[in-house]
C-alpha cells in the first residue's frame, strides 16, 4: 500500500470517533482458514512422569516451523501484538489496546509503553513493521528463503501477488507505523477474524537485530525473547526456559525443562 493512502486513512480515522475495541471483533459466517491448532495463551506439552518431552528437532522460527513442539515452545518465548485465553477469547498482549474502522479495513494498534526484548532492546512501531513485512514482502531484507506458511494459508498471498483480474490475492494490503507507539494494519477487504488471526504463534514479534544475523531459529543462534520466558539451556540432554525479566506482565516464577524425545 502506497504510504500517503495510509496516512490518509490515519487521519480520516481519528477525526471519526471511533468505537475502541479491545478484544472484541465481528463475527463471520464466511469459511475462514484454520488457525494454528496451539494458537492458545496456554501451551500443552506431553508430559512423562513429571518430564516435559518434546522432539529434539525443534525450529524456534514461528513464522517458519511448522511442526507441534516447535509452535507451542515459541508460545513460551514469544508473543505477538494479542494473545487468546484459555476460552479462545482474543486479549491484549504487546498492543494494549486497538481501533478498528467502521469499513473494518483498518486496525489501529497501540502498543503497550515501555515494552521490550529479553535483551532490553525496545518493541517499538518499526520493529513491529519489520516483522509484518517480513511475512508479507517475498523482497524484504530479513524474509531469507522461508515459505512462511501460516501466512500463506491465513492470508492468502503475499505483496504484489495478483489474481487472473489483477487484483490483490492477499487479504493484507500493508502496514506503516503511525507514531512512536502506535502501528496500522490496511487490508485489501474485510477480514472478521484479523484479530484471531493475528494470535496465531506464527505472528509473534521476534527481534529485527537478531533476524538479520540470519538463519535465526536454530541452536547455534541467539534466541531472543518477547514473551514470559526466556532460553536459557539449549542442549544434547534438552531444553530450560527461564522467566523472562524484562517481561510486560507478571512473570513467571520457575523455570520449564524439557527433555527430548
Known amino acids: 500500500m502506497k504510504p500517503h493512502t495510509i496516512t490518509t486513512r490515519i487521519y480520516t480515522l481519528l477525526l471519526s470517533g471511533l468505537i ?8 463471520s459466517t464466511a469459511t475462514e482458514p484454520a488457525l494454528t491448532q496451539v494458537a492458545t495463551s496456554e501451551p500443552s506439552i506431553v508430559q512423562e512422569e513429571n518430564i516435559l518431552v518434546i522432539s529434539k528437532n525443534i525450529f524456534l522460527d514461528p513464522a517458519l516451523a511448522e511442526d507441534e513442539d516447535s509452535l507451542r515452545i515459541s508460545q513460551y518465548l514469544y508473543e505477538g501484538l494479542v494473545r487468546l485465553d484459555s476460552n479462545g477469547e482474543v486479549q491484549p498482549a504487546l498492543a494494549e489496546s486497538w481501533i478498528i474502522s467502521d469499513d473494518q479495513l ?3 494498534f497501540t502498543l503497550r509503553p515501555g515494552i521490550t526484548f529479553s535483551d532490553g532492546a525496545p518493541i517499538t512501531p518499526d520493529v513491529i513493521e519489520s516483522n509484518f513485512n517480513r511475512w508479507f514482502d517475498p ?3 530479513l524474509r531469507g528463503d522461508g515459505n ?3 501466512w500463506k494459508r491465513i492470508f492468502l498471498g503475499f505483496h504484489n501477488e495478483k489474481d487472473a483480474d489483477q487484483r490483490a490475492i492477499s487479504t493484507v494490503d500493508g502496514i506503516q507505523k503511525v507514531d512512536v507507539n502506535t502501528i496500522l494494519v490496511h487490508l485489501n477487504r474485510p477480514v472478521p477474524d484479523l484479530l484471531t488471526y493475528l494470535a496465531d504463534p506464527a505472528f509473534v514479534i521476534l527481534s529485527t537485530e537478531a533476524l538479520s544475523a540470519g ?5 547455534e543462534n541467539a534466541i531472543i525473547s518477547s514473551g514470559p520466558y526466556l532460553l536459557s539451556a539449549w542442549t544434547d540432554e534438552g531444553l530450560t526456559l527461564s522467566p523472562n525479566p524484562k517481561y510486560w506482565g507478571d512473570a513467571p516464577v520457575d523455570d520449564l525443562n524439557f527433555t527430548w524425545k
Open 215 to 219: 538463519g535465526y531459529g536454530k541452536r
Open 148 to 150: 512462511f506458511p501460516a
Open 139 to 141: 523482497e524484504n531484507p
Open 20 to 27: 475502541l475495541l479491545t478484544g472484541c471483533q465481528p463475527n
Open 106 to 108: 483498518d486496525y489501529i
